[in-house]
């Protein structure tokens, strides 16, 4: 089994302190996304940079305590791509992507918009890019999984209150119908979904610091292991991690039947 965790972690330093890598040796992973490291490579201890048994892969955002990506591999890619090009986007530590023979994962994260209009303006800016990057990798037949915090729930059952937050960033009209064109025109696959085709609250991993979303669930799910119709069809367990919180985002790990044939 190939056993992929997305774990956004809105922060590697308060993450670990909250017992983060305590908890990864035990879930078998062979490889870890990790999106909002809110850290930079001069904050990173040892542990954070190559837990035992990994390797750890870094983009950070040039602005201190902003944004950021890793991934832990357990064997090394053939090539490490950073970001998608664009100098304005790549300057937040959004993308990244290990290339192994056969394989490509990807960790990133795309950008809130709920500060502002500027920054909704920036995640549409963003979603541009991504699509055009999206229909290249799609056309290469590669099996791909692109892990990370979408921050878009894509349907009225993956969030709580649907109802409330039509105009709001993350639930917008035009957020949702392009994550259906990634879906429905350039074929890639919800894995989640394409386990657990209906499944509501269970499938949450966001809750909002405010109020009580966490007690009470109202969740939103916008975590993703989004793949290419050759790797997807492997997918075998779907699980979501809430007995620990490390983050205000729960891990979500997928496991598919594949081997990765590592050089």
Not at 101 to 118: A, F, I, K, R
Not at 182 to 187: H, I
Not at 230 to 254: G, K, M, N, Q, V
Request: glycine share 8%; hydrophobic share 40%.
């Amino acid at each position: 089994m190939l056993n992929i965790i997305s774990a956004n972690l809105n922060g590697i330093r308060s993450a670990t302190a909250k017992g983060f890598l305590d908890w990864l040796p035990a879930q078998d992973a062979d490889f870890v996304c990790m999106q909002e490291l809110k850290a930079q490579a001069p904050d990173m201890t040892a542990a954070m940079l190559n837990p035992e048994g990994y390797y750890g892969y870094f983009h950070y955002a040039e602005k201190k305590g902003y944004s950021g990506v890793g991934i832990y591999a357990r064997h090394q890619p053939l090539q490490v791509i950073q970001g998608l090009g664009v100098p304005e986007i790549d300057a937040e530590g959004r993308y990244i992507e290990l290339v192994y023979d056969g394989l490509s994962v990807v960790s990133v994260y795309l950008p809130s918009g709920s500060s502002g209009e500027h920054r909704q303006a920036a995640k549409f800016a963003f979603m541009d890019h991504f699509y055009r990057h999206l229909a290249d990798l799609a056309q290469r037949g590669r099996k791909v999984v692109i892990c990370g915090d979408w921050n878009i729930a894509h349907r009225e059952i993956d969030l709580k209150n649907w109802k409330g937050n039509l105009k709001n960033s993350g639930f917008l009209p035009e957020e949702r119908a392009w994550m259906s064109a990634v879906l429905d025109e350039l074929r890639w696959v919800d894995v989640y979904r394409r386990l657990h085709p209906e499944t509501t609250g269970e499938a949450y991993t966001w809750w909002s610091n405010r109020g009580q979303a966490w007690a009470k669930n109202v969740g939103w799910r916008i975590d993703y292991h989004v793949a290419t119709p050759c790797i997807a069809e492997h997918a075998r367990t779907a699980a979501i991690y809430r007995e620990a919180r490390f983050s205000d985002h729960a891990p979500l790990t997928i496991a598919y039947d594949w081997a990765l044939q590592a050089t």
